[in-house]
């Protein structure tokens, strides 16, 4: 099973994505305040006296005590969360393509001013980044599909894991942006 579990704070905000072994710690321990979703997988551990096998269930989604940080949500940008925000599509030519293929635009180059940050950069193929250049779409005469955006907590949790559940899914996307597109 490589599904993973989501860790939500005590306010119902997703936190992380948890193996495991590092959910059952937290059950055991008793650090989980509430759960919600499906059985994901049972641990099954020692017998007692009377013959009976203990089961530890494991939930899709555990929310645990600790601090609800009220700050600003700031997700590293790394190509391969950038490549899944746009759905491994070139924003300039609408290609779809492997991700060997697909390269890291900014928008505005750095060497004339731009910035290195997720409403500056787009997924690009190799072809198109190299036909732009050091220039900006406007005067390479290529037009952007979508603008760039910066994901919300909840898009980071789901362009972080390749195998969310379906309930992880439904209750992430409800507060997805409109800027997100999964179809």
Not at 14 to 23: K, Q
Not at 68 to 82: C, G, I, Q, T
Not at 117 to 145: G, I, Q, Y
Request: with cysteine.
């Amino acid at each position: 099973m490589n599904a993973k579990i989501l860790r939500l704070n005590k306010a119902g905000i997703p936190v992380s994505w948890l193996t495991r072994e590092e959910t059952a710690t937290l059950l055991v321990k008793d650090l989980v305040i509430w759960s919600l979703g499906n059985t994901v997988m049972e641990i099954r551990g020692g017998y007692n006296r009377r013959g009976e096998q203990s089961v530890l269930r494991l939930p899709s989604i555990v929310a645990c005590e600790g601090k609800v940080h009220k700050e600003s949500f700031d997700p590293p940008l790394e190509n391969k969360f950038l490549f899944r925000r746009d759905r491994n599509m070139c924003l300039y030519c609408g290609g779809s393509f492997l991700v060997q293929d697909l390269s890291r635009d900014h928008v505005r180059p750095l060497s004339r001013g731009g910035r290195d940050c997720w409403t500056n950069v787009v997924t690009s193929c190799r072809r198109c980044n190299n036909r732009k250049a050091d220039r900006n779409p406007e005067e390479a005469n290529m037009e952007l599909l979508a603008i760039p955006f910066v994901p919300n907590q909840y898009e980071f949790l789901y362009l972080s894991n390749h195998n969310v559940l379906a309930d992880q899914m439904e209750f992430l996307s409800a507060r997805f942006s409109r800027h997100i597109n999964l179809s």
